[in-house]
């Protein structure tokens, strides 16, 4: 994984969904680690809802915190914490409007360009109008088809809802349609998966039986899930929400969680392995009107061949096969 190459991503072949199930994980299988303790390599795909590159003002409560991860200001250097390489991503992907979720997320997982196919940009959840693309082309797909092994580390909507949810994240639509396992509840207990707040505090809300977890405990958990596997995802969204919400305090303190969580998470994989972090459009960073911006935004990746991969994003769409050439 100290290479780095573009290549085209392989041609899909056709794999049914299966079932709400325990995952895979839900073995007695020891969790890989390297000889130092630390996480074996791998590459992680961390998304982090509606946070772009803005101005500095008192619209961003970027400004003034110090984040080390998200902090990144128009027009400003920036340098991520423990060595990451930055890349400032454009997100409105050629199409009039303002960037949206179903699209952005869709086109992160597959490397194609969603609003593009769609002709348009699609707010929240896919739908039936982006699945194909989802199914042909996500990296769970390519990825596993390639015979290496995948990973949707949160938890699936249907098992905190007790039924059949289908509004999804174009991430969740495209791990079940790879035919992943879908985890459970009983996979967070485990420390097997996350739910996106991974803190569970809203899931103690909903009433589920969780125990509460620190950002710190929930980004070693996640670095322990992806280790069994090669390519893993992992979504939040409650940065957007912050970003509607348009209340600074609220959006601090979301920053401030995923500091902890990141610091953690990085502290955890080796220096084989590869973090890729980013964002489907702006939001948060200007809570100036409660809706999207056409703002960039930040990618940042850890790992050996971190610069080079970095280098190759300058898009949304870039960034599924810059993941596809570490993931070798």
């Known amino acids: 994984m100290g290479s780095f190459s573009i290549a085209a991503l392989s041609e899909p072949a056709a794999t049914a969904a299966r079932p709400i199930q325990a995952s895979a994980e839900s073995s007695d299988a020891p969790i890989a680690l390297s000889e130092a303790g630390k996480i074996s390599r791998m590459v992680l795909l961390v998304f982090v809802d509606g946070v772009g590159i803005g101005p500095r003002g008192p619209q961003n409560p970027l400004d003034g915190i110090d984040s080390p991860f998200f902090s990144i200001f128009a027009d400003e250097p920036f340098e991520p914490a423990r060595g990451g390489a930055l890349a400032i991503t454009d997100a409105r992907l050629g199409v009039e409007g303002l960037p949206q979720s179903a699209t952005g997320q869709a086109t992160i997982i597959t490397g194609r360009n969603a609003a593009a196919h ?34 949707h580390a949160n938890v699936h909507p249907s098992s905190i809802a007790r039924r059949r949810v289908r509004t999804v994240s174009a991430t969740a639509i495209a791990a079940e349609t790879a035919g992943l396992p879908l985890r459970t509840l009983d ?37 322990a899930i992806a280790a069994g596997v090669d390519f893993c995802a992992f979504e939040y969204f409650l940065t957007d929400a912050a970003g509607h919400d348009t209340e600074a305090r609220t959006a601090r303190r979301r920053i401030s969680q995923l500091d902890d969580f990141l610091d953690a998470l990085l502290a955890s994989v080796d220096g084989k392995s590869h973090v890729v972090l980013t964002s489907d459009h702006g939001n948060l960073e200007d809570l100036s009107s409660g809706s999207h911006t056409l703002n960039p935004v930040a990618t940042t990746v850890w790992g050996p061949a971190a610069a080079d991969a970095a280098a190759s994003i300058s898009s949304l769409c870039d960034i599924a096969p810059a993941i596809a050439a570490l993931a070798v």
Request: glycine share 12%; with cysteine.
């Open 118 to 151: 769609l002709g348009r940009h699609l707010s929240a959840f896919p739908g039936g109008s982006l699945r194909p693309l989802l199914e042909a082309w996500s990296l769970f797909r390519t990825l596993g088809d390639r015979g290496l092994r995948t990973a």
């Open 187 to 223: 996979d967070v207990r485990a420390g097997r998966a996350l739910h996106h707040e991974f803190t569970n505090e809203s899931l103690r809300s909903y009433g589920c039986d969780v125990g509460l977890v620190t950002p710190h405990q929930a980004g070693e958990r996640l670095a």
